[in-house]
């Protein structure tokens, strides 16, 4: 799965710190703007409880987690869609990711510049996105008297075309992004070929202080930003970037006891991996063996063949059937074997929509 979550933010709003907790890879971060010039892209792997469940019941030889891309950008500064500070380049590396994960500062601290010198996250939010969206408009503006031509002599693509363009453009210098816009399932599928910045899911990523981390709904700038978000229905993700980069230190057994000396029982860095996959319409499937117990990521409503061709193309050219059983079956019934006496597994076939939790045995013959 090729996908991959962008994540933006103004200056110096813990962008690099958070990617480097996210990834451990060590991304320049530095007090001052344009740090990072170059787009870093790190691999993370997806927390998943049932992958510790399966491996206890199965007791494999090893054990693989699924994974995804994080991309972290450069600070976007007003003027972005105008070239101002580094902005051409950094809008062409959001134009290559599938999400956008947004972080905006929620906490004040007179050692971090803030590069329009206040902390005001709806402000950071809105010029991020006004920038965005300028961008986009002027990709539409640049096509739309082009197909406006064809459009007129009653090409029926062009016509087409010319009323999302029109919607866009309307929408646009309404201050609106494309997400918000209402499309026919036609519509949409001229949309997706647009590659506009604001048509991509966003999430938002509260950076708060340390001390907010136990009880950020009372930091009045993260609910702000969940008020903002849910205009949008967006999710938002608390985060203290600056424990998370801490936490990537740590193994698994100093990083449980660093959270419950918090009083935190997750770290906000896998709720958003999570609430990132998820954006992303990713879901995930299992496979279970004595040589191995793996997660598979797979893109929301794809067919058993197409999943099987995750592993192997091989899968997917001879697909037969798909051996199927529920997460939540297995586990009830203890094994594969009770799970087959008790009628949980099901022989399914090519048009099969896989559903996340899903543990398979594919059968196929070359």
Same mark, same amino acid.
């Given at each position: ?14 962008? !690099? ?11 320049? !971060? ?10 870093n892209v790190g691999i993370v792997e997806v927390?998943?409880? +049932? ?12 054990? %693989? ?21 580094? #902005?051409?380049?950094?809008? !062409?590396?959001?134009?290559?990711? /599938? ?13 971090? @510049?803030?590069?329009? #010198?206040?902390? /005001? ?5 809105? @010029? ?13 503006? &640049? +096509? ?9 002599? &009653?090409? &029926?693509?062009?016509?087409?075309? =010319? ?15 494309? +997400?918000?816009?209402? =499309? ?20 938002? %990523? ?15 700038? %993260?609910?702000?930003? +969940?008020?903002? $978000?849910?205009?949008?229905?967006a999710e938002v993700i608390v985060v203290c ?25 997750? !770290? ?14 990713? $879901?995930?499937?299992? @496979?279970?063996? %004595? ?17 099987? #061709? ?7 050219? #001879? ?17 594969? @074997? ?23 045995? =594919?059968?196929?013959?070359?």
């Open positions: 799965m090729a996908l991959t979550a962008g994540i933006v933010g103004l200056p110096n709003v813990g962008k !690099s710190t958070l990617f480097n907790a996210i990834t451990k890879a060590g991304a320049e !971060s530095a007090n001052y703007p344009f740090c990072t010039i170059d787009p927390p998943d409880q +049932r992958l510790l469940k399966l491996t206890e019941l199965v007791v494999p030889k090893k054990t %693989v987690p699924t994974a995804f891309e994080f991309t972290d950008i450069a600070g976007i500064v007003k003027g972005a869609s105008k070239g101002e500070g580094l #902005g051409n380049k950094f809008l !062409s590396h959001i134009r290559q990711v /599938d999400a956008i994960c947004h972080v905006v500062r929620c906490f004040s601290d007179g050692n971090i @510049t803030h590069v329009s #010198g206040k902390v /005001d996250p709806i402000d950071d939010i809105e @010029t991020i996105n006004l920038e965005l969206i300028l961008a986009d408009l002027e990709s539409v503006d &640049k +096509r739309i008297g082009r197909v406006e031509k064809m459009a007129k002599q &009653k090409d &029926k693509a062009a016509m087409a075309e =010319f009323e999302v363009l029109a919607k866009l453009k309307e929408a646009f210098e309404a201050e609106q992004p494309a +997400r918000a816009i209402s =499309f026919t399932e036609e519509q949409m599928k001229i949309v997706k070929g647009l590659h506009l910045l604001t048509s991509k899911p966003v999430l938002y %990523v509260a950076n708060v202080s340390e001390e907010d981390v136990v009880d950020p709904s009372a930091n009045e700038f %993260v609910q702000q930003v +969940r008020d903002f $978000a849910a205009k949008e229905h970037a600056k424990i998370e980069e801490e936490i990537a230190e740590l193994d698994d057994d100093e990083k449980a006891m660093f959270l419950e000396e918090l009083g935190i029982e997750e !770290s906000g860095l896998d709720q958003l991996i999570r609430a990132t996959y998820r954006l992303l319409g990713l $879901a995930t499937y299992f @496979t279970a063996g %004595v040589q191995e117990v793996r997660a598979w990521t797979f893109r929301t409503g794809m067919k058993a063949p197409q999943c099987a #061709g995750i592993i192997h193309t091989d899968f997917e050219r #001879g697909f037969i059937r798909a051996e199927t059983v529920s997460y939540d079956d297995l586990v009830a019934a203890g094994s594969m @074997t009770a799970a087959r006496e008790a009628g949980k597994v099901r022989l399914e076939g090519k048009d099969y929509l896989v559903q996340d939790g899903d543990v398979i045995h =594919f059968r196929f013959n070359v």
